[in-house]
């Protein structure tokens, strides 16, 4: 006798929230990996988790699956496509289809081989050695076409790509919204540079011994209203949140004496894509609903903290007091205005993550120009970094000394994920769009910074986006809450906003 | 065509490595619930643990396992009892024999009552609130019946959990280990607590900052030789050692500010386990000739390191200097001998893991008394506690002030570890077996501990023992080392000719 659709999708749903059991079970072995793994376990981890993602390709690949979201899929239970049945079925399928496409063999071989690839990374960026690194990089690449060949669901092999990890979206939509972008931005960030004026750069590399950074960082993350029962702050050279468990969501930072920025911004990064993965719905967790939306949505949330909120003004009112309570000795004879423009300091420099919010987005550019190179096969793994130096001296006007602060510097190739990083622009448009509109509905938010009150806004982050799961695509979810669609200029008229009165350069007024 | 015996062999392996696999997962999850889970990940955590449990349960009875194992063992493969073959496939049987009779359910059921039992145990001891433990043991109790009642190996209930945990030991040979050692110890223990003698008592309850302790535990644990390329060292409420990977041994210990013993002989004690692990044969790893005897031996490993070596004379002559170096403030004064006696004071206590080499066997024997009663149905889990005061009046002749320094003081029921405890003193009789087999062998052993010489014994235990793996049983092992089967007599010479010169008592002089 046939299940009923109720059902099927009943018991779609316990395969489903098993498979997170497990999926989430390979999470913590990631992040253990990255915080506490001696290093002698490195090899035995990896054919582990090899091991998990192949166990976890054969669960949601399983033919019963299949049947069972054709099954949902015929009947009246997804006829509201905004149906959490609706939702689920639809994402589920869309995964699957993907999935079903990888042979198993070779989800555990790029598991496998991306484990050691990242340890072989990190001792290549260490010694800024990027012919210790070809090999492995080259083997990562040919498996990451591989797959994109085996799931081939775009025009190219970037397509598809990209589409895994922004759902809906295309090169060419990408490469318009970048060219967008780029034309206003870029003789904005020139006029800038060219202004001759820049903050009292000493200000934030003083001395702040880490173990009061660790003190200053968690009544920071605490303040914003990242639950740290229900999570975690730990050190890693790489920071990253990873959301390990219902109720247990983790961040990691790491910290640099001369360097207050960096831990106090990373923090504030990886705690707003930990605000987003404490926001979902619990009920929906493991399933699609309780999920979030695409990659740049969720680093909407982490660049809204790290940047708008925790660059602004009214933030630095509420916790520069504090950060002088905990470093008196740096601290104490530097003013709100010194502060502020401090940690908006627009730059040339050599490394992403540092980079801030204006010229930031050419870093990302750079990685996005390459890696369809890459990926297309017009650029060989043995050239990168020629082809890197050569789009910074392009983009920025400066060429890395080396490799570790040039192609080496970030992980993510390594790990093989090409397609990844133009979320990372899409997530800074995403967050410019949503703050205005956070604005407009709830009032002057900077004023409710400076009295140390995120409620409002996170609350309303979390019904607007958080809540929302996978309802909607990344670019539906954009025009739901800000009625419009995704545009660059919010963005722009953030950063006119705030950079051109601190360089007293072009100022928006619109 | 049916397989050679080789091939079955080999596939053989390659599951069980697998499951090794998986279940070295769980320890890490086990691991992480223990040191760095926020509160609000414990159902959840459950919830994986079950279902890996369950997984592994299935992988590890699957009728093919059943094939393999009969094809082997029909073969010439396993003629030599004591070859790798054999040995593996004798384990591997046994091990399934067992299994194959527990539904996978009461498996799932039991890991997710006692993960959550865990927290609840935690909870009343720190209450002492025996009454808020009661109902979720009696669960466990009733649970971990109804899996002896399926294995149903032994004569009793209780062989068959001790069989589980001490491989062919039965409850008649543990008692008549008990009644032999009661026999010379009770009256030892009289002679020497009213010999009206004591060592100043202040000495290691003097003040010791924690983060020192870490460093100085991190020391010695390095000097016997656990090595930290391949290990950590964490902070937990209740110590262990778990081998989560190959190259990856976890000890964990806590710090107690005016307790210096606590965490130096908690740390020996779990690094002396962590050696065992870092010494078995990485070839064989998830297998049973790469695994450990049974738990007594593994004791024996652990309480070596805690008491032959760490509360040697010749030990301290070498760690009195660093500690000193460490804690000038506290230990400047201290001499030698006063220290020495220090770590050997003998006293009636009511905690398990702080009593002395002397009197920790009677606790053991309560726990083994009152655990038989609950597994025979004689004793209700409502009457721990005062069956528990009773027998402690008996044997120590002091009554708790309260569950959490009674009954409640122990994880391992809330665990279902029925038939566990007495390993502990099967660990002590082992211990002091093989070290006077090692002092016959390598010679003057507190003379190479007093120059930080730890090589000898640890290279000796380590091809006597570790590597051995499960090749012989405990007792055969004992024999095959010490060439004399089990007797208390090692452990009491041992102990009279310590205590006896410290205490001015009957000295054993053979």
């Given at each position: 006798m046939q299940k009923t659709p109720k059902a099927a999708y009943e018991e779609l749903v316990q395969r489903m929230k098993n498979i997170a059991l497990l999926g989430n079970t390979a999470s913590v072995l990631h992040w253990d990996m990255e915080t506490y793994m001696p290093s002698a376990g490195a090899e035995y981890r990896s054919q582990q988790l090899s091991l998990l993602s192949g166990m976890l390709h054969e669960q949601f690949t399983a033919p019963e699956m299949g049947d069972l979201l054709a099954r949902v899929e015929q009947s009246e239970l997804v006829k509201d496509p905004l149906s959490d049945y609706a939702v689920n079925v639809r994402e589920i399928r869309r995964e699957y289809d993907r999935e079903v496409k990888v042979p198993k063999s070779l989800v555990e071989e790029l598991v496998r081989v991306t484990s050691l690839a990242h340890v072989v990374w990190r001792e290549a960026r260490k010694n800024s050695d990027f012919k210790a690194f070809q090999p492995t990089l080259e083997n990562v690449v040919r498996l990451t076409l591989e797959k994109a060949d085996a799931i081939a669901t775009g025009p190219t092999r970037y397509d598809t790509l990209l589409d895994g990890y922004e759902?809906?979206?295309t090169t060419d939509r990408m490469k318009a919204v970048f060219t967008a972008l780029g034309n206003e931005l870029n003789p904005f960030v020139e006029e800038i540079l060219s202004s001759g004026k820049e903050p009292d750069r000493t200000i934030l590399t003083r001395k702040y011994p880490t173990d009061r950074q660790a003190v200053l960082g968690q009544i920071l993350v605490g303040a914003i209203g990242f639950d740290l029962a229900g999570g975690r702050i730990d050190v890693t050279t790489h920071p990253f949140c990873a959301q390990v468990g219902l109720g247990d969501v983790r961040v990691t930072t790491r910290y640099n004496e001369r360097d207050l920025g960096d831990a106090m911004f990373g923090l504030l990064h990886e705690a707003g894509h930990g605000l987003y993965d404490q926001g979902t719905d619990p009920a929906h967790f493991g399933l699609p609903r309780g999920g979030f939306a695409s990659l740049g949505i969720h680093e909407s949330q982490s660049r809204m903290w790290e940047?708008?909120?925790?660059?602004?003004r009214g933030f630095w009112h509420f916790a520069l007091p504090i950060a002088k309570s905990v470093f008196p000795e740096a601290l104490s004879d530097v003013s709100i205005d010194a502060f502020y423009w401090a940690v908006n300091d627009v730059q040339r420099s050599y490394i992403r993550v540092e980079a801030d919010e204006a010229t930031y987005n050419l870093h990302v550019l750079l990685r996005f120009e390459i890696e369809q190179a890459i990926v297309s096969g017009d650029l060989a793994v043995a050239d990168i970094p020629g082809a890197w130096n050569e789009k910074m001296q392009q983009l920025l006007h400066i060429t890395p000394r080396n490799d570790a602060e040039g192609c080496l510097q970030d992980t993510h190739w390594s790990g093989g994920s090409f397609g990844y990083f133009p979320t990372y622009t899409l997530g800074n448009l995403y967050a410019a769009q949503f703050f205005e509109q956070a604005q407009a509905d709830l009032g002057d938010l900077d004023e409710q910074f400076r009295r140390g009150d995120f409620l409002p806004l996170r609350e309303w982050l979390k019904e607007k986006i958080h809540r929302q799961g996978m309802r909607y695509r990344a670019n539906e979810l954009v025009e739901e809450v800000?009625?419009?669609?995704?545009?660059?200029e919010p963005l722009m008229r953030h950063l006119k906003n705030k950079l051109g009165s601190l360089y007293g350069v072009a100022r928006e007024t619109g």
């Amino acid at each position: 006798m046939q299940k009923t659709p109720k059902a099927a999708y009943e018991e779609l749903v316990q395969r489903m929230k098993n498979i997170a059991l497990l999926g989430n079970t390979a999470s913590v072995l990631h992040w253990d990996m990255e915080t506490y793994m001696p290093s002698a376990g490195a090899e035995y981890r990896s054919q582990q988790l090899s091991l998990l993602s192949g166990m976890l390709h054969e669960q949601f690949t399983a033919p019963e699956m299949g049947d069972l979201l054709a099954r949902v899929e015929q009947s009246e239970l997804v006829k509201d496509p905004l149906s959490d049945y609706a939702v689920n079925v639809r994402e589920i399928r869309r995964e699957y289809d993907r999935e079903v496409k990888v042979p198993k063999s070779l989800v555990e071989e790029l598991v496998r081989v991306t484990s050691l690839a990242h340890v072989v990374w990190r001792e290549a960026r260490k010694n800024s050695d990027f012919k210790a690194f070809q090999p492995t990089l080259e083997n990562v690449v040919r498996l990451t076409l591989e797959k994109a060949d085996a799931i081939a669901t775009g025009p190219t092999r970037y397509d598809t790509l990209l589409d895994g990890y922004e759902p809906g979206m295309t090169t060419d939509r990408m490469k318009a919204v970048f060219t967008a972008l780029g034309n206003e931005l870029n003789p904005f960030v020139e006029e800038i540079l060219s202004s001759g004026k820049e903050p009292d750069r000493t200000i934030l590399t003083r001395k702040y011994p880490t173990d009061r950074q660790a003190v200053l960082g968690q009544i920071l993350v605490g303040a914003i209203g990242f639950d740290l029962a229900g999570g975690r702050i730990d050190v890693t050279t790489h920071p990253f949140c990873a959301q390990v468990g219902l109720g247990d969501v983790r961040v990691t930072t790491r910290y640099n004496e001369r360097d207050l920025g960096d831990a106090m911004f990373g923090l504030l990064h990886e705690a707003g894509h930990g605000l987003y993965d404490q926001g979902t719905d619990p009920a929906h967790f493991g399933l699609p609903r309780g999920g979030f939306a695409s990659l740049g949505i969720h680093e909407s949330q982490s660049r809204m903290w790290e940047n708008l909120v925790g660059r602004s003004r009214g933030f630095w009112h509420f916790a520069l007091p504090i950060a002088k309570s905990v470093f008196p000795e740096a601290l104490s004879d530097v003013s709100i205005d010194a502060f502020y423009w401090a940690v908006n300091d627009v730059q040339r420099s050599y490394i992403r993550v540092e980079a801030d919010e204006a010229t930031y987005n050419l870093h990302v550019l750079l990685r996005f120009e390459i890696e369809q190179a890459i990926v297309s096969g017009d650029l060989a793994v043995a050239d990168i970094p020629g082809a890197w130096n050569e789009k910074m001296q392009q983009l920025l006007h400066i060429t890395p000394r080396n490799d570790a602060e040039g192609c080496l510097q970030d992980t993510h190739w390594s790990g093989g994920s090409f397609g990844y990083f133009p979320t990372y622009t899409l997530g800074n448009l995403y967050a410019a769009q949503f703050f205005e509109q956070a604005q407009a509905d709830l009032g002057d938010l900077d004023e409710q910074f400076r009295r140390g009150d995120f409620l409002p806004l996170r609350e309303w982050l979390k019904e607007k986006i958080h809540r929302q799961g996978m309802r909607y695509r990344a670019n539906e979810l954009v025009e739901e809450v800000t009625g419009r669609p995704l545009s660059h200029e919010p963005l722009m008229r953030h950063l006119k906003n705030k950079l051109g009165s601190l360089y007293g350069v072009a100022r928006e007024t619109g």
